[in-house]
């Protein structure tokens, strides 16, 4: 059969020829076949996890696949479930979930203050009080589905996008993933920044019954692979010093790395497998592929960070203006590994012109907010989380556009006047709270 170029080459849903096996490949089957335990894969947006999923757990009768996505609850995913294996919701099951959903809906704000700093890593002593205090919510849903999964004999969920699942029902589905375990149901969970143990935070007891895989790393050695395999399918041959390129270029992001690839081919009229090898070997297309690249993705993200300076209700000092800055600002080597806490206290206290007075309790309100910033003003997929006392990047494109950044051209793109601080609003609000 005729190769075309979009099955080799560039961002797809579908699994790549140039697909090449990782050592987390082999973790991960290691752990699907000689374990019994739920797998997180986890890592930034268009790392591969979904490639990992679908090359080893392809879809078949016994496996169901649900995509978490705004606004989704944990009954709605089960649902979803309730759907896909074709079971019946029965009155008694929908009773339940009504239940089940107003119990949650009266989870005190306190407890949901608490849920938010066990993630980000602010747990002080009022708020580990509040842990005794914890709501009661029965796993009754999850035992009606877990049955019914049993009775038709579907035995592995995937749960995609897990992150956009609300902190209350993350919670709640750490406790329903210990039955599901117990009852033989498996779960394999997708979703971006999160660290090993980070069900475990919720409920103790999944542990040695979850098991999570990182699937960020790329070494430079597999993305080499990348092109090496692409190029054989297409019958083509790239040579080195365009691939040793891209590589540095992309920043070492597959999902860049890829596209790169897959443009120098089309603009070279490769799309297809050639009857005759080409050799695609001219550095200085490479580099303007990549400007162009740049260009049109940089568009979209500097929308998106516009955005979020913006800030929401908490603007008055513009904290998330300077956070973005300091960001923009920062080095690769700290872009990559995440920005701890007081790295950006420290900066914000050089750069904002109250910084002196800018107190740790008001930046960690700032910073706790910010997924909610970007899920209220549609960011998908988000830039930024926040968690275990770091801000970190969730969309591995950004790595690609701040490489590349002229940070001459950072006020054009957020123009200081827009984020002027008027020193005349109450004095209160200036003093120390900050928000």
């Not at 970190?392 to 494109?397: A, L, R, T, Y």
Request: charged residues 30%; proline residues 2%.
């Amino acid at each position: 059969m005729e190769v075309s170029l979009k099955e080799v080459f560039g961002v797809s849903k579908d699994i790549l020829k140039s697909y090449v096996v990782r050592q987390i490949d082999s973790d991960f089957k290691d752990k699907l076949d000689l374990t019994d335990h739920h797998l997180v894969i986890f890592g930034e947006t268009k790392v591969g996890k979904t490639f990992l999923r679908k090359k080893y757990i392809p879809v078949t009768e016994e496996v169901i696949v649900v995509d978490c996505t705004k606004g989704i609850n944990l009954n709605d995913i089960y649902v979803q479930i309730l759907y896909k294996a074709g079971i019946e919701v029965t009155e008694k099951i929908t009773k339940t979930l009504e239940e089940s959903n107003k119990l949650k809906g009266e989870v005190s704000a306190s407890f949901l203050e608490f849920l938010k700093s066990k993630i980000i890593g602010e747990i002080s002593s009022k708020d580990q009080s509040n842990e005794v205090k914890k709501p009661y919510l029965p796993n009754t849903v999850s035992v009606l589905v877990s049955n019914e999964l049993e009775k038709a004999k579907k035995t592995t969920i995937v749960l995609d996008d897990f992150h956009y699942l609300p902190l209350i029902e993350q919670y709640q589905l750490a406790f329903d993933l210990k039955m599901f375990y117990q009852n033989g149901i498996r779960f394999i969970i997708l979703g971006t920044k999160i660290t090993s143990g980070y069900f475990e935070k919720f409920n103790g007891e999944l542990s040695h019954r979850i098991d999570y895989i990182d699937a960020t790393a790329w070494t430079l050695e597999e993305l080499r692979d990348i092109a090496t395999k692409g190029a054989i399918c297409l019958n083509i041959n790239i040579s080195d010093k365009v691939i040793e390129y891209f590589i540095e270029a992309s920043n070492g992001i597959v999902s860049v790395f890829q596209g790169l690839l897959f443009e120098i081919c089309r603009v070279n009229n490769i799309k297809r497998k050639q009857e005759m090898k080409i050799e695609i070997n001219s550095l200085d297309q490479a580099t303007s592929i990549t400007k162009n690249y740049w260009e049109n993705m940089s568009k979209t993200y500097f929308t998106k960070i516009k955005d979020i300076a913006g800030g929401g209700k908490r603007r008055k000092l513009h904290l998330y203006y300077y956070i973005t800055k300091i960001i923009l600002n920062s080095e690769q080597s700290v872009i990559r590994k995440g920005f701890p806490f007081q790295y950006i206290f420290e900066n914000l206290k050089e750069i904002h012109p109250f910084g002196g007075s800018i107190n740790h309790g008001a930046l960690t309100t700032v910073l706790s907010h910010i997924d909610e910033l970007q899920i209220d003003k549609e960011i998908f997929p988000k830039v930024f989380t926040y968690f275990d006392k770091r801000l970190s990047i969730v969309d591995s494109d950004f790595y690609f556009i701040t490489k590349h950044l002229d940070r001459t051209i950072i006020n054009d793109i957020l123009p200081p006047h827009e984020y002027a601080i008027n020193i005349d609003e109450e004095d209160e609000d200036i003093q120390i709270k900050f928000f």
